[in-house]
Protein backbone atom coordinates (compact mmCIF):
# COMPACT_ATOMS: atom_id res chain seq x y z
CA UNK A 1 0.00 0.00 0.00
CA UNK A 2 1.48 3.42 -0.61
CA UNK A 3 1.78 5.90 2.09
CA UNK A 4 -0.68 8.35 2.71
CA UNK A 5 0.01 12.44 2.70
CA UNK A 6 -2.54 14.02 4.70
CA UNK A 7 -2.83 17.77 5.66
CA UNK A 8 1.40 18.14 5.53
CA UNK A 9 2.63 14.85 7.53
CA UNK A 10 2.97 11.99 5.25
CA UNK A 11 2.19 8.36 7.74
CA UNK A 12 4.27 5.51 8.50
CA UNK A 13 6.94 6.54 6.24
CA UNK A 14 10.01 5.05 7.09
CA UNK A 15 13.30 7.10 6.84
CA UNK A 16 14.19 4.97 3.60
CA UNK A 17 10.94 5.72 2.02
CA UNK A 18 12.44 9.54 2.67
CA UNK A 19 14.41 9.25 0.83
CA UNK A 20 13.66 9.48 -2.37
CA UNK A 21 12.35 13.08 -2.16
CA UNK A 22 15.35 14.83 -0.93
CA UNK A 23 16.70 14.49 -4.43
CA UNK A 24 13.36 15.33 -6.30
CA UNK A 25 14.08 17.81 -9.90
CA UNK A 26 11.73 17.47 -12.02
CA UNK A 27 7.52 17.52 -11.09
CA UNK A 28 5.25 16.81 -13.62
CA UNK A 29 1.57 17.24 -12.74
CA UNK A 30 -1.78 15.99 -14.79
CA UNK A 31 -4.21 18.97 -14.90
CA UNK A 32 -7.58 17.58 -15.03
CA UNK A 33 -8.52 16.00 -11.67
CA UNK A 34 -5.23 17.07 -10.54
CA UNK A 35 -3.51 20.66 -10.53
CA UNK A 36 -7.04 21.38 -11.83
CA UNK A 37 -10.11 21.35 -9.21
CA UNK A 38 -13.77 20.66 -10.19
CA UNK A 39 -14.17 24.51 -11.80
CA UNK A 40 -11.05 23.86 -13.85
CA UNK A 41 -9.17 26.32 -12.10
CA UNK A 42 -5.64 26.08 -9.64
CA UNK A 43 -6.01 27.12 -6.61
CA UNK A 44 -3.92 29.62 -4.74
CA UNK A 45 -2.00 27.27 -2.76
CA UNK A 46 -1.31 25.08 -6.00
CA UNK A 47 0.03 28.02 -7.89
CA UNK A 48 1.95 29.11 -4.50
CA UNK A 49 4.00 26.18 -3.83
CA UNK A 50 4.50 25.93 -7.72
CA UNK A 51 6.37 29.10 -7.99
CA UNK A 52 8.09 28.13 -4.62
CA UNK A 53 9.53 25.00 -6.36
CA UNK A 54 10.80 26.68 -9.11
CA UNK A 55 12.83 29.32 -6.68
CA UNK A 56 13.94 25.83 -5.22
CA UNK A 57 15.56 24.94 -8.73
CA UNK A 58 13.28 22.44 -9.35
CA UNK A 59 11.50 22.18 -12.81
CA UNK A 60 7.87 22.32 -13.11
CA UNK A 61 5.78 20.84 -16.11
CA UNK A 62 2.41 19.83 -17.67
CA UNK A 63 1.93 16.64 -18.50
CA UNK A 64 -1.94 16.50 -20.06
CA UNK A 65 -3.84 14.31 -22.50
CA UNK A 66 -5.42 17.91 -23.75
CA UNK A 67 -4.47 19.64 -27.01
CA UNK A 68 -1.48 22.52 -26.48
CA UNK A 69 -3.72 25.36 -27.32
CA UNK A 70 -6.35 23.84 -23.94
CA UNK A 71 -3.21 23.32 -21.93
CA UNK A 72 -0.89 26.50 -22.69
CA UNK A 73 -3.46 28.86 -20.73
CA UNK A 74 -2.45 27.30 -17.45
CA UNK A 75 0.86 27.31 -18.80
CA UNK A 76 0.82 31.30 -19.23
CA UNK A 77 -1.21 31.84 -15.48
CA UNK A 78 1.92 29.56 -13.93
CA UNK A 79 4.49 31.38 -15.78
CA UNK A 80 5.84 28.46 -16.53
CA UNK A 81 8.20 28.74 -19.84
CA UNK A 82 8.83 24.46 -20.44
CA UNK A 83 7.93 21.83 -22.83
CA UNK A 84 4.71 20.99 -22.01
CA UNK A 85 3.61 17.39 -22.44
CA UNK A 86 0.44 17.40 -24.89
CA UNK A 87 -2.22 14.53 -26.31
CA UNK A 88 -0.82 12.12 -23.64
CA UNK A 89 2.75 12.60 -24.80
CA UNK A 90 1.88 12.74 -28.82
CA UNK A 91 3.30 16.12 -28.69
CA UNK A 92 5.86 17.82 -26.56
CA UNK A 93 6.13 21.79 -27.34
CA UNK A 94 7.84 24.61 -25.20
CA UNK A 95 4.44 26.56 -24.09
CA UNK A 96 6.17 30.49 -24.81
CA UNK A 97 9.00 29.18 -27.55
CA UNK A 98 6.46 26.40 -29.18
CA UNK A 99 9.85 24.88 -30.05
CA UNK A 100 8.82 20.98 -30.78
CA UNK A 101 10.79 19.09 -28.76
CA UNK A 102 9.11 15.42 -29.51
CA UNK A 103 6.03 14.48 -31.95
CA UNK A 104 4.80 11.35 -33.05
CA UNK A 105 0.97 11.15 -34.46
CA UNK A 106 -1.02 8.21 -35.02
CA UNK A 107 -0.02 6.86 -38.24
CA UNK A 108 -2.36 8.00 -40.80
CA UNK A 109 -3.31 4.59 -42.28
CA UNK A 110 -4.14 3.67 -38.58
CA UNK A 111 -5.82 6.36 -38.11
CA UNK A 112 -8.42 6.05 -40.90
CA UNK A 113 -8.77 2.34 -40.10
CA UNK A 114 -10.03 3.36 -36.69
CA UNK A 115 -11.81 6.15 -37.94
CA UNK A 116 -14.00 3.83 -40.40
CA UNK A 117 -14.15 1.04 -37.43
CA UNK A 118 -16.23 4.25 -35.41
CA UNK A 119 -18.26 5.07 -38.46
CA UNK A 120 -19.21 1.22 -38.91
CA UNK A 121 -20.10 0.77 -34.96
CA UNK A 122 -22.08 4.64 -34.82
CA UNK A 123 -19.21 5.54 -31.79
CA UNK A 124 -18.57 9.10 -31.59
CA UNK A 125 -15.06 9.94 -31.74
CA UNK A 126 -13.06 13.26 -32.66
CA UNK A 127 -9.68 13.66 -34.34
CA UNK A 128 -6.82 16.30 -33.09
CA UNK A 129 -4.92 18.01 -36.04
CA UNK A 130 -2.72 20.58 -35.87
CA UNK A 131 -4.41 22.58 -33.25
CA UNK A 132 -7.62 21.89 -34.34
CA UNK A 133 -10.96 19.64 -33.16
CA UNK A 134 -12.24 18.10 -35.76
CA UNK A 135 -15.52 16.19 -35.24
CA UNK A 136 -18.72 15.17 -37.45
CA UNK A 137 -21.12 17.33 -35.92
CA UNK A 138 -21.80 19.23 -32.68
CA UNK A 139 -23.55 17.22 -30.15
CA UNK A 140 -23.86 16.21 -26.40
CA UNK A 141 -20.32 14.91 -26.63
CA UNK A 142 -18.38 17.12 -28.47
CA UNK A 143 -20.64 19.86 -25.97
CA UNK A 144 -19.36 18.71 -22.96
CA UNK A 145 -15.94 18.46 -24.54
CA UNK A 146 -15.45 22.12 -25.60
CA UNK A 147 -17.22 22.85 -21.82
CA UNK A 148 -13.76 21.00 -20.11
CA UNK A 149 -11.36 21.99 -22.41
CA UNK A 150 -12.61 25.52 -23.88
CA UNK A 151 -11.79 24.34 -27.22
CA UNK A 152 -14.71 24.48 -29.78
CA UNK A 153 -15.16 21.40 -31.92
CA UNK A 154 -15.40 22.00 -36.07
CA UNK A 155 -17.34 20.16 -37.60
CA UNK A 156 -16.24 18.66 -40.80
CA UNK A 157 -19.21 15.90 -41.62
CA UNK A 158 -18.22 13.00 -43.59
CA UNK A 159 -14.76 14.52 -44.12
CA UNK A 160 -13.81 12.92 -40.51
CA UNK A 161 -13.47 9.53 -42.00
CA UNK A 162 -11.22 10.81 -44.42
CA UNK A 163 -8.57 13.03 -42.98
CA UNK A 164 -5.21 14.08 -44.77
CA UNK A 165 -3.02 14.38 -42.06
CA UNK A 166 -1.80 12.04 -39.47
CA UNK A 167 -3.67 12.76 -36.21
CA UNK A 168 -1.74 13.38 -32.76
CA UNK A 169 -4.56 11.53 -30.99
CA UNK A 170 -7.99 10.27 -31.35
CA UNK A 171 -10.87 10.23 -28.70
CA UNK A 172 -14.25 7.98 -28.48
CA UNK A 173 -16.86 8.90 -26.23
CA UNK A 174 -19.46 6.54 -24.76
CA UNK A 175 -22.15 6.02 -22.67
CA UNK A 176 -20.98 4.91 -18.89
CA UNK A 177 -22.39 1.05 -19.16
CA UNK A 178 -20.46 0.84 -22.93
CA UNK A 179 -17.03 2.06 -21.86
CA UNK A 180 -15.72 -1.20 -20.45
CA UNK A 181 -16.91 -3.55 -23.98
CA UNK A 182 -15.63 -0.80 -25.97
CA UNK A 183 -12.50 -0.28 -24.20
CA UNK A 184 -11.74 -4.31 -24.97
CA UNK A 185 -13.59 -4.34 -28.51
CA UNK A 186 -10.66 -1.39 -29.45
CA UNK A 187 -7.71 -3.30 -27.97
CA UNK A 188 -8.86 -6.63 -29.28
CA UNK A 189 -9.26 -4.98 -32.89
CA UNK A 190 -6.12 -2.77 -32.86
CA UNK A 191 -3.54 -4.81 -31.02
CA UNK A 192 -0.33 -3.49 -32.00
CA UNK A 193 -1.45 -1.24 -33.83
CA UNK A 194 -2.50 2.05 -31.10
CA UNK A 195 -2.25 1.97 -27.43
CA UNK A 196 -5.69 3.02 -25.61
CA UNK A 197 -6.25 4.69 -22.15
CA UNK A 198 -8.52 6.92 -20.49
CA UNK A 199 -8.59 10.21 -18.70
CA UNK A 200 -12.24 10.35 -18.00
CA UNK A 201 -14.58 7.32 -16.88
CA UNK A 202 -16.07 7.63 -20.72
CA UNK A 203 -13.17 9.04 -22.39
CA UNK A 204 -11.10 6.12 -24.42
CA UNK A 205 -7.86 7.82 -25.99
CA UNK A 206 -6.06 6.33 -28.56
CA UNK A 207 -2.11 7.17 -30.03
CA UNK A 208 0.47 5.45 -31.21
CA UNK A 209 2.07 2.63 -29.25
CA UNK A 210 4.74 3.36 -27.34
CA UNK A 211 3.15 6.91 -26.56
CA UNK A 212 2.41 7.83 -23.08
CA UNK A 213 3.29 10.95 -20.77
CA UNK A 214 6.54 9.23 -19.01
CA UNK A 215 8.21 8.38 -22.46
CA UNK A 216 7.46 12.57 -23.15
CA UNK A 217 8.31 13.27 -19.23
CA UNK A 218 11.67 11.64 -19.74
CA UNK A 219 12.34 13.04 -22.72
CA UNK A 220 12.03 16.43 -20.72
CA UNK A 221 14.43 15.19 -18.19
CA UNK A 222 16.71 13.92 -20.39
CA UNK A 223 17.57 17.45 -21.95
CA UNK A 224 18.31 18.63 -18.44
CA UNK A 225 20.36 15.27 -17.39
CA UNK A 226 17.85 14.13 -14.47
CA UNK A 227 17.33 10.35 -13.46
CA UNK A 228 14.23 8.94 -13.44
CA UNK A 229 14.45 8.78 -9.59
CA UNK A 230 14.64 12.50 -9.76
CA UNK A 231 11.24 12.68 -11.23
CA UNK A 232 7.91 13.23 -9.07
CA UNK A 233 5.06 12.43 -11.50
CA UNK A 234 1.42 13.77 -9.97
CA UNK A 235 -1.64 12.10 -11.19
CA UNK A 236 -5.41 10.67 -10.48
CA UNK A 237 -6.21 8.76 -13.98
CA UNK A 238 -5.67 5.87 -16.55
CA UNK A 239 -3.72 8.03 -18.43
CA UNK A 240 -1.20 9.28 -15.47
CA UNK A 241 -0.41 5.55 -14.32
CA UNK A 242 2.50 4.96 -16.44
CA UNK A 243 4.56 7.87 -15.49
CA UNK A 244 3.56 7.08 -11.60
CA UNK A 245 4.50 3.69 -11.59
CA UNK A 246 7.83 4.64 -13.26
CA UNK A 247 8.22 7.82 -11.40
CA UNK A 248 11.34 8.15 -8.40
CA UNK A 249 8.14 9.91 -6.71
CA UNK A 250 4.92 8.53 -8.05
CA UNK A 251 1.98 10.34 -6.22
CA UNK A 252 -1.45 9.73 -6.53
CA UNK A 253 -4.49 11.89 -5.51
CA UNK A 254 -6.61 11.62 -3.58
CA UNK A 255 -9.58 11.12 -6.25
CA UNK A 256 -7.22 8.99 -8.44
CA UNK A 257 -8.92 5.76 -9.30
CA UNK A 258 -8.05 2.33 -7.16
CA UNK A 259 -5.02 1.25 -9.63
CA UNK A 260 -3.48 4.69 -9.48
CA UNK A 261 -3.41 4.35 -5.73
CA UNK A 262 -2.04 1.35 -5.71
CA UNK A 263 0.81 2.14 -8.02
CA UNK A 264 2.12 5.45 -6.12
CA UNK A 265 4.24 5.43 -3.49
CA UNK A 266 1.94 8.35 -1.73
CA UNK A 267 -1.59 9.55 -1.58
CA UNK A 268 -2.12 13.37 -2.06
CA UNK A 269 -5.70 15.38 -1.05
CA UNK A 270 -7.36 15.64 -3.76
CA UNK A 271 -8.04 18.18 -6.62
CA UNK A 272 -10.20 20.12 -4.31
CA UNK A 273 -8.24 20.20 -1.39
CA UNK A 274 -4.92 21.03 -2.55
CA UNK A 275 -3.14 17.86 -3.48
CA UNK A 276 -0.63 19.31 -5.79
CA UNK A 277 0.52 21.95 -3.53
CA UNK A 278 0.41 19.56 -0.34
CA UNK A 279 2.91 17.30 -2.28
CA UNK A 280 5.32 19.83 -3.59
CA UNK A 281 5.36 21.19 0.10
CA UNK A 282 6.16 18.00 1.48
CA UNK A 283 9.14 17.84 -1.20
CA UNK A 284 10.30 21.21 -0.43
CA UNK A 285 10.59 20.28 3.48
CA UNK A 286 12.06 17.36 2.44
CA UNK A 287 14.90 19.67 1.08
CA UNK A 288 15.73 21.66 3.69
Same mark, same amino acid.
Given at each position: ?????? &?????????? @? @????????????????????????????????? $? $?????????????? @??????? %????? =?????????????????????????????? =????? #???? &????????????????????????????????????????????? $??????? %???????????????????????????????????? #??? #??????? $???????? =??????? #??????????? =?????????????????? @??????????????????????????????
Amino acid at each position: MPDVLT &YGIIENITSE @R @RQPTLAIKLIALDLDDTLLNSNFEISERNAAAI $H $HAQAAGIIVMIATG @RMFNSAK %KFADF =LDLDLPMVTYNGALVKGSRSQKIYAEQPIK =LATAL #ELLA &YCKERGYYIQAYQGEQLLVKENNAFSRRYTEISGIPATPVGEELY $HIKKAPY %KLLMMTRPEEFDRTWKDVEKNFAGKVDVTSSKDNFL #ELM #EPGVNKW $HAVQAVAQ =LYRIRPE #EIMCIGDSNND =LVMIKNAGLGVAMGNAKD @RVRQAAKLVTASNNEDGVALAIETVLQAKQ
